[in-house]
């Protein structure tokens, strides 16, 4: 089901077709009575929300209760946010009608595209969901495990013995590897030289260029005009490889995310094939959902195991006794104590009545992920970095949700955990860790990494 449209024309029309308030969605009543929340201008809220955010939703939570309300650039927007385990617990359960997080998520449209998972509601959410979850099924990670502990030895065996280093941009350049070779099935060299930095400039959008996807006339200069040209040349390099692929000869054979996904369909369900935008959009989607997601986490895990020497002395035991659980244990509480997304969006298509609040149609509601995962009710002394509460346990319902949840949970949260445990294995296989210095979280793109890229020196285990 290839397309015959000239690439260039393709992104043209993303650029110009998509909405970064949502397509579709009810406009609220400006006087609609919601949740308290700070009277700033739109425009500082929306830079406070985006910028500081770690800062920001614990202060708004402090001064104004449990559930607040922000409003947002373009248009002052409504954002109401929820904190409380049965408040997100209502959001996650409500209804995948009236509960939109492609509306919620459509800031990133732009990039994405209107055929991402992330971007799409109702049925076609439903069918792209059901064509791509076997490509990350129980059978389909035990394939790429290998593959991703192939990638993370050779990049451990370029470590120097006694070396500092940043882990966020050692762990960028693996999990881009992955994204690449397992997700993408590029393998030649050159293809890789060429794609690499295309794809890594995708994934370093700053939030300023977020912000001003509403207004499209900024397209055309500075940081906005560079983020579309690497657009361009994005695209150009996908869908060749993706129209190349569709005539390999062993795309039977093949075991990568795109094969998998081109392979879908038959004369009998010519529904399901995907076309070479919807496959674009699609990998697009697992690039940005994957890809720093997954560094940020490790990077924060190799940072915390380097400071407590406990816990490093018990992932070296757990490396050599085969124990996996520790691992992502270790993995998890990263994820906790680091929040990489801070909140989890839906827009309501029609009203609904959240936290005890009736909210009328068209306003986005969202569990902040950064207040839940310090609520010392369900975590104890939050601010510890301490992997035994997920040891063999979960927590609360609802307390930890770095994946999402409900019918919208991220379909790559087991890739990410399997990846996640495959790289820790081979580092602490390798070598011992000590943390360089101290470590915040600062605001990257939708994303937050370590603002010094979480240094480690490491050393040759003997």
């Not at 406990?310 to 929040?339: I, Y």
């Not at 890739?415 to 445990?421: A, D, I, N, T, Y």
């Amino acid at each position: 089901m290839s397309d015959v449209v000239d690439p260039a024309v393709l992104t043209a029309e993303r650029f110009r077709s998509t909405s970064v308030v949502g397509a579709g969605s009810p406009r609220p009543p400006r006087d609609a009575p919601l949740p308290p929340g700070p009277r700033w201008p739109a425009a500082i809220q929306s830079v406070a929300l985006m910028r500081f955010r770690h800062r920001f939703h614990p202060y708004l939570r402090r001064k104004y209760g449990e559930v607040f309300t922000t409003r947002l650039l373009p248009g002052s927007r409504p954002l109401v946010l929820v904190t409380r385990p049965e408040h997100v617990k209502e959001i996650f359960a409500g209804d995948p009608e009236v509960f939109h997080a492609g509306k919620g998520n459509a800031i990133l449209g732009p990039i994405m595209g209107r055929h991402s998972l992330l971007i799409q509601d109702s049925v076609e959410h439903h069918r792209a969901r059901r064509l791509l979850m076997p490509a990350f099924n129980g059978q389909a990670l035990k394939e790429y495990a290998d593959v991703v502990t192939d990638l993370a030895r050779e990049e451990v065996g370029r470590w120097a013995d006694g070396s500092s280093l940043r882990s966020l941009d050692r762990m960028n350049a693996l999990t881009l590897e992955v994204i690449l070779r397992v997700v993408f099935g590029v393998t030649d060299e050159g293809r890789l030289a060429r794609l690499r930095p295309r794809v890594t400039a995708t994934v370093d959008v700053p939030p300023l260029v977020l912000l001003g996807w509403g207004y499209p006339r900024l397209q055309k200069h500075g940081i906005w005009k560079r983020t579309v040209d690497n657009q361009y040349a994005l695209d150009r390099l996908m869908i060749a490889e993706i129209r190349e692929r569709r005539s390999a000869p062993d795309l039977a054979e093949r075991t990568d995310v795109l094969s998998r996904l081109i392979r879908v369909g038959d004369d009998e369900h010519p529904d399901d094939r995907l076309s070479d935008v919807e496959l674009r959009d699609q990998l697009v989607t697992l690039l940005l959902a994957g890809h720093e997601t997954t560094a940020s986490a490790l990077s924060w895990a190799l940072y915390e195991l380097g400071r407590h020497p406990d816990l490093h002395a018990r992932t070296v035991r757990a490396v050599a006794e085969g124990d996996d659980a520790w691992l992502e244990a270790v993995l998890k509480e990263s994820m906790r104590l680091h929040p990489i997304i801070p909140m989890v969006v839906r827009t309501l298509m029609e009203p609904a009545t959240i936290a005890g609040y009736d909210l009328p149609a068209g306003v986005t509601v969202a569990p902040s992920i950064v207040v839940a995962h310090q609520r010392e009710e369900a975590h104890p002394d939050p601010d510890l970095f301490r992997p035994e509460r997920f040891l063999h346990q979960n927590p609360p319902a609802n307390t930890w949700i770095p994946f999402g949840g409900g019918a919208r949970r991220c379909i790559g949260a087991g890739f990410s955990l399997m990846e996640g445990v495959a790289v820790l294995r081979e580092v602490f296989a390798a070598f011992d860790v000590e943390a360089v210095g101290a470590d915040v979280a600062k605001v990257r793109n939708i994303t937050s990494v370590p603002r010094r890229g979480a240094r480690i020196r490491v050393r040759r285990r003997r």
